[in-house]
């Protein structure tokens, strides 16, 4: 038998590696076993669907692992030309990091700090909103693994795990038998509000369809109703499309269980309200605490986002979108956010990390981005890659190296690679960035 904490080399160029991490989405499930031949994943057991195609589709790309102004170059030369490009800006940025170890992360940060730059992750385009309200109002929290043992009420909102992270139920949420749930999905009440019907709602013992954009009036009737607050039935239903009625039988139900839960996605953090939205939800989760025991939990998407949240926020203070310019850490979302810096026009240099703004950013941005020198690292080719002043092609985190990712629940857990790769990694990639830059800034500490 396989120990849990072995890689096995077997005769043929096989291995196995038990217990790796899967780092596609924010479950970052940490039990997959992967077959490894001739560096090729050929199996993952227990992987989900998403896992398993982004362990069997992985591939090593055949490409220089660094290109200055799209031609070859050393390593050597190309950390250098980063190093220049950073300190000449007087507008620096650096963006992505969600798909990068914390490791890596961490000297991202320090690289800000010794240029007076601006540090920003993709959680400013998705959960930028429940950073806010975090702090804003606080988070009453838990572990996946509390969720899994008392859990007897799950609600999701504005969140569609089905397809987005599948195997958020079987293995956290709805199915696992607990310690205190022994007939598992028997033992718990599970309630889906969303918009549409999803695939997600199939898994639901009710589906709540909300109006679009209705998000913050509804958890507002529910603090309502949590208080004793009388209400019209009549302006319950214009606001939110949903009967009092019904929001009374949901409220009945959240007050009687032992553990309730609520795993809330970019429904509602992306909708209209945005940060007052995730802001209500967690106010709501504090009111209920006055009748029993209950936790919100956002369904992160990348692999290792909320690691990017806590390594900026130990480091800054803030999570996202923070600003050295004077120093100091100053955080301003809609001034400091990447996509705003780009799209206003006054980042004059940056770096994205294990991102592509090129693809996904709003026209102004992207236009702005291919103007200005900048540096990308990333595993594979993108539209970002192409347009850099200096292309880094790095190793894959999790397939191909190691270092400490953050489940959605931050909870720290640790990668186990399954081959190595011959491209540096991001952490190698930034630690050799980070010691010209000082150099040139003539820091010896």
Not at 22 to 47: P, S, W
Not at 79 to 97: C, E, F, M, S, W
Not at 270 to 278: E, I, Q
Not at 335 to 353: F, K
């Amino acid at each position: 038998m396989v120990s849990s904490t072995e890689t096995v080399a077997v005769p043929g160029a096989l291995k196995i590696v038990t217990d790796a991490t899967c780092t596609f989405c924010g479950c970052v499930c940490d039990d997959i076993d992967l077959t490894v031949q001739d560096n090729h994943i050929t199996e993952a057991k227990r992987a989900c669907v998403l896992g398993k195609a982004w362990f069997l589709s992985h591939s090593i790309e055949d490409r220089p692992s660094c290109l200055i102004d799209g031609k070859p170059a050393t390593l050597e030369a190309g950390y250098d030309r980063a190093a220049q490009i950073l300190t000449n800006g007087k507008y620096p940025i650096v963006y992505g990091l969600s798909d990068s170890p914390c490791e890596a992360q961490r000297v991202a940060v320090s690289i800000v700090d010794w240029i007076n730059g601006t540090i920003d992750t993709t959680t400013s385009v998705c959960h930028g909103p429940s950073g806010m309200a975090f702090q804003g109002v606080g988070e009453v929290t838990c572990s996946l693994g509390e969720v899994a043992n008392r859990g007897d009420l799950i609600i999701f909102w504005g969140s569609n795990p089905a397809e987005s992270h599948p195997r958020h139920f079987t293995r956290y949420s709805l199915m696992p038998k607990g310690m205190f749930l022994p007939n598992g999905r028997k033992d718990r009440t599970c309630v889906l509000i969303d918009v549409r019907k999803t695939k997600s709602a199939k898994a639901a013992d009710q589906f709540i369809q909300i109006k679009p954009r209705a998000d913050f009036e509804a958890l507002w009737a529910l603090r309502a109703l949590a208080k004793g607050v009388e209400l019209d039935p009549e302006a319950v239903l214009r606001d939110t499309g949903v009967e009092l009625s019904v929001w009374q039988g949901l409220m009945d139900k959240m007050k009687a269980a032992k553990f309730g839960v609520i795993f809330f996605g970019m429904g509602l953090t992306m909708t209209r309200g945005k940060h007052a939205n995730t802001e209500a939800l967690l106010a709501l989760t504090r009111d209920l605490n006055a009748f029993t025991r209950f936790a919100a939990k956002a369904n992160r998407g990348h692999g290792n986002v909320s690691g990017a949240d806590n390594v900026v926020s130990w480091r800054t203070g803030y999570p996202f979108g923070v600003n050295h310019s004077r120093g100091y850490p100053r955080f301003n979302p809609g001034e400091y956010t990447t996509s705003d810096t780009l799209a206003n026009g006054e980042a004059d240099s940056a770096m994205t990390i294990a991102c592509d703004p090129m693809a996904n950013f709003s026209q102004p941005a992207r236009e702005h981005l291919a103007k200005i020198p900048f540096i990308a690292l990333d595993a594979k080719e993108t539209p970002t890659t192409r347009a850099a002043a200096v292309a880094f092609t790095v190793a894959t985190y999790g397939i191909n190296t190691g270092g400490t990712v953050y489940r959605m629940d931050d909870v720290p857990i640790p990668l186990r690679p399954a081959f190595d790769s011959p491209h540096p990694s991001d952490f190698e990639v930034l630690t050799q960035i980070e010691k010209r830059v000082k150099l040139i800034k003539g820091i010896t500490s």
